[in-house]
């Protein structure tokens, strides 16, 4: 790293000696009081120590095929001042426009800078543990089933679980949250995270190639290879303009003083300076700088976006659908109500349907025993019987338990009544009598209510998918005010449907589609737009998305809207403001009314002040937690 902060600032130096040095030189040029041909091989001198560089750049492009780029411009405009003995302007272009390349240089190594900061995740080393001895070793000779060790203020080299030790880990680095997070023995430790305190032993589960970090490092540097139409129209607008360009400033040069009669040197001055103003140097520097930087200020916020052509789709929402369970809501159930009858206790109604489940690991199950919170003697629990898709029937301190759905007391003949609630109901009969049922909830995320409200805000509809049922989703529609909930679907239904809105959609605009990931990849890869929520550790979802947000935050979607519509607003302003001067200088130039030290400022001015624009895109506010 350091050799590499080095060798920056080594090039840094050097850039800054060589356009003083020509400035020197040109100097003693002007004031030496030197005439004829000694004071052209001063002013030669000059010119090539600021501009060899340019040269012998303009030649290799020509050679390759590619004649009219920025560098030819600005050779013919000043080879051409040097040919009808204007020396300290074409001295000057060159040290004007080397200057302005360093300015920029700089400006986008900023950026560069503060995304590579951001991402500072890839890990140096592993502490790895063998034969009782810890062995250093770089994370990609480590093998799945090692067992590394990580101290206090170490770096998580790899993903994997965490074996012994409890730790409280910085996840920051990877989902834009300073919240910090306890891992215990059991618990997922993911690569990139910060352990800051304590010390923890962990099992690899994948290699290095394979690993969260890998996977989002990955990601960052791939990201500027997916061009948005904005990007690709200015590669084409250069492609097209430059020799337009280059033409018009010959016609300049030749058709003025044959009509007039004129003196040529005043119209090639002209037209030479029309060539120094016309470099696109502007718009080709400052629109990808600015998708660039707007990438990463959407990865400061844990926002990953995969180019800057899914930055563009997402700043024009259409619809925005969501998937409910994981998405919306936690995916973890919980009890969120118990209704005795019959004369039963609530407690008494818990604790039955506890034991009776004590040997199951299903969710609902999980859920009901975490709600009652005691250990549970396996001794007075006799009979176990699962009945697949019903629930379970057990002898329980001698009397019959039976705990599960409607389907189960139907069975049995127990009188019940059906309880009408949202949410997936228990019922429990002790004996063939019905003690109450029990109502099991997914929780809703507690920031879903107001993503729902921003995207409003900017889209034209917010739409909900799901596989559960209707009254449990309208509620949860209801509840975080989505008018749109399609309940009760399977993965292709969910397909179909968001086929049906691509097909009404506004002209322009986009359908984005957030899930989980886990199982709606081919729902993601439909959308204009798929967004994987939570993908800390989901490969499947960091592999199908377009955007990946890493924690579980709904509220990081409308954020990611507002980053992208920021972005292309600055790109759009960057572009209107670029091609605006660049005509009203050609106009003043052709004119004669614009020297060649003011082309030269104009061109300068003009890219530092859109690529300062540009860098606008980085500073992302943070979405409120």
Known sequence: MCDHHHHEHKQDSKEVIKISAAVVVMLIAIFSGLTGVSRLLIFLAAYLIAGGKI????????????????????????????????????????????????????????????????????????????????????????????????????????????????????????????????????????????????????????????????????????????????????????????????????????????????????????????????????????????????????????????????????????????????????GSFNVTKIVPLNDFTKEEVLELTAFAENFSNHPIALSIKKAYGKVIPPDIIKDVEEIAGNGVSANVKGFNILAGNSKLMGKFNINYKTADEAGTIIYTAKDKQLMGYIVISDEIKSDSKAAISELKKVANNVVMLTGDNEKTALAVGKELGIEKVYAQLLPADKVEKLEELIQNKEKNKNVIFAGDGINDAPVLARADIGIAMGALGSDAAIEAADVVIMDDKPSKIPAAVKIAQKTMAIVKQNIIFAIGIKILFLILGAFGHMTMWGAVFADVGVTLLAVLNSLRALSNKKPPA
């Open 55 to 330: 040269l012998v750049t303009a030649f290799k492009n020509i050679l390759r095929g590619e004649i009219f780029d920025e560098n030819f411009l600005m050779c013919a405009a000043t080879l051409g001042a040097m040919a009808i003995g204007e020396y300290p302007e074409a001295v000057m272009v060159m040290v004007l426009y080397r200057l302005g390349e360093y300015f920029q240089d700089k400006a986008v190594e900023k950026s560069r800078k503060s995304i590579t900061e951001l991402m500072d995740i890839r890990p140096d080393h592993a502490n790895v543990e063998e034969n009782g001895e810890i062995v250093t070793k770089s994370p990609d000779k480590v093998k799945i089933n090692d067992i590394i060790i990580v101290k206090a203020g170490e770096k998580i080299p790899l993903d994997g679980t965490v074996t012994e030790g409890k730790a409280v880990v910085d996840t920051s680095a990877l989902t834009g949250e300073s919240v910090p997070q306890e891992i215990t023995a059991g618990d997922t430790a993911l690569s990139g995270c910060i352990n800051t305190n304590g010390l923890i032993k962990i099992r690899v589960t994948k290699e290095f190639t394979e690993s969260t970090v890998s996977k989002i490092l990955e990601l960052v540097e791939h990201a500027n290879s997916k061009k948005a139409k904005t990007e690709n129209f200015i590669t084409k607008f250069a492609h097209y303009y430059t020799p337009v360009v280059v033409f018009g400033a010959l016609l300049l040069a030749i058709i003025p003083p044959l009509l007039t009669g004129d003196d040529f040197n005043i119209w090639i001055e002209r037209a030479l300076t029309f060539l120094v103003i016309s470099c696109p140097c502007a718009l080709v520097i400052s629109v990808p700088l600015g998708f660039f930087a707007g990438i990463g200020g959407a990865s400061r916020n844990g926002i990953l976006i995969k180019g800057s052509n899914y930055l563009e789709l997402l700043s024009k929402p259409d619809s925005v659908v969501f998937d409910k369970t994981g998405t919306l809501t936690k």
